[in-house]
């Protein structure tokens, strides 16, 4: 993954942030609209692209573009700083591959230990009953 041609690639909307606010709100456009064609994008291979899709079905849209909001501060610049970070971190995050599970035994030392153990606890159990007249 290279970070400076996946930046190149993005695209930024500013559009009018919602909520109250009064006269400013009214005429500035700080909420920012970041959006990535992960379909077209040459930066990531193909494996990438087939894994994010994977991973980011639930973010994407039908043309698998994936379009994230800020508009936590009132400024546009600091708003399209948290986006790309946001952007960037959801990337690294989701191109991470998870190992492979590998089967294994429990080795007969914990074999036997649970084994001895479960003697113990039986033969605990076997002394809480009454005895026997015989």
């Given at each position: 993954m290279n970070k400076e041609s996946i930046l190149k690639e993005l695209h930024f909307k500013a559009i009018r942030s919602s909520g109250a606010g009064g006269q400013h709100v009214n005429k500035v456009s700080s909420k920012i609209e970041l959006i990535f064609d992960l379909?077209?994008?040459?930066?990531?291979?193909?494996?990438?692209?087939?894994?994010?899709k994977s991973k980011l079905s639930s973010k994407l849209t039908n043309q698998n573009k994936l379009v994230l909001f800020c508009d936590t501060t009132r400024s546009q610049n600091r708003n399209k700083e948290t986006a790309i970070k946001r952007f960037l971190e959801l990337l690294k995050t989701n191109l991470i591959r998870?190992?492979?599970?590998?089967?294994?035994?429990?080795?007969?030392?914990?074999?036997?230990?649970?084994?001895?153990?479960?003697?113990?606890?039986?033969?605990?159990?076997?002394?809480?009953?009454?005895?026997?007249?015989?």
């Open positions: 379909e077209n994008s040459s930066s990531l291979s193909d494996p990438e692209k087939k894994l994010l998870p190992k492979k599970r590998r089967p294994t035994k429990p080795s007969k030392s914990s074999i036997r230990k649970n084994r001895e153990d479960k003697k113990k606890i039986g033969l605990k159990k076997a002394l809480r009953k009454k005895p026997t007249l015989d």
